[in-house]
């Protein structure tokens, strides 16, 4: 693999095995560990910065413009903004999926729109757009938790 | 627009593109597993689309 063809700060690094991936486990110390779980949370408040807080910033900006773009198509194309519906077990998940992309869902939530309009030809288009959206955050921000751990 | 093939294109492509660059380090074998993973989703949509067309319910 040469440099060129790799993300992030480890293009810069020398060629060599030992910049590969070993699956250790990583030992954290007790400062890393308070730098991973701030790095997670950034990571979830908009999607891309965990990356970018870690020094990925290619890696962060594609998965914020991605995922970000994803979420307001949702909501252009009518979709809804899931939130916990007392009597529908179901309500829960999705609102746990869709809360996954952060500050954007509680934006969303306080400009009042993300209701849905069910009448809306393309409002499961919307609702899938804007839940994978935040499905897809989450694991970002393992990823995210990955490389703060120095283990990608 | 309402077009149902653009939306699965747009999905799919989207999706594909953060798989494939979280899951792979090297930029050629993301590219190419990104492609893959766009790739099946719609195709796996178009073909239970016409396996569906010919069932009745």
């Given at each position: 693999m040469?440099a060129?063809e790799?993300?992030?700060?480890?293009a810069?690094?020398?060629d060599?095995d030992?910049?590969?991936p070993t699956?250790?486990?990583?030992?954290?110390?007790?400062v890393?560990m308070?730098?991973?779980?701030?790095?997670?949370?950034?990571?979830w408040?908009?999607?891309?910065?965990?990356?970018?807080?870690?020094?990925?910033?290619?890696?962060?900006?594609?998965?914020?413009?991605?995922?970000?773009t994803?979420?307001?198509?949702?909501?252009a194309?009518?979709?809804?903004?899931?939130?916990?519906e007392?009597?529908?077990?179901l309500s829960?998940?999705?609102?746990?999926?869709?809360a996954?992309?952060?500050l954007?869902?509680?934006?969303?939530?306080a400009?009042g729109i993300g209701g849905?309009?069910?009448?809306?030809?393309?409002?499961e288009?919307?609702n899938t757009?804007?839940?994978?959206?935040?499905?897809l955050?989450m694991l970002?921000?393992?990823?995210a938790y990955d490389?703060?751990?120095?283990?990608? | 627009?309402?077009?149902?093939?653009?939306?699965?294109?747009f999905f799919?492509i989207a999706?594909g593109?953060?798989l494939?660059?979280?899951?792979?380090?090297?930029?050629?074998?993301?590219?190419?597993l990104?492609?893959?993973i766009a790739?099946?989703?719609?195709?796996t949509?178009?073909a239970l689309?016409?396996?569906?067309y010919f069932?009745?319910?």
């Amino acid at each position: 693999m040469t440099a060129s063809e790799k993300w992030g700060p480890e293009a810069s690094a020398p060629d060599t095995d030992s910049s590969q991936p070993t699956g250790d486990v990583v030992e954290a110390s007790p400062v890393d560990m308070i730098r991973v779980l701030v790095i997670c949370v950034l990571g979830w408040a908009v999607p891309g910065l965990g990356h970018l807080a870690s020094g990925r910033i290619l890696r962060g900006v594609l998965f914020a413009m991605i995922i970000l773009t994803l979420f307001a198509t949702g909501i252009a194309l009518d979709g809804k903004i899931y939130e916990p519906e007392r009597g529908m077990p179901l309500s829960y998940l999705a609102t746990l999926g869709s809360a996954g992309i952060g500050l954007p869902y509680v934006i969303v939530h306080a400009l009042g729109i993300g209701g849905g309009d069910i009448r809306s030809g393309t409002f499961e288009y919307g609702n899938t757009f804007t839940l994978v959206a935040g499905l897809l955050n989450m694991l970002v921000i393992f990823d995210a938790y990955d490389v703060a751990l120095g283990r990608r | 627009m309402q077009s149902h093939f653009l939306y699965l294109c747009f999905f799919s492509i989207a999706v594909g593109t953060v798989l494939g660059a979280m899951l792979r380090s090297d930029r050629r074998e993301a590219i190419r597993l990104g492609v893959w993973i766009a790739l099946g989703l719609v195709g796996t949509a178009v073909a239970l689309a016409w396996v569906m067309y010919f069932l009745s319910f």
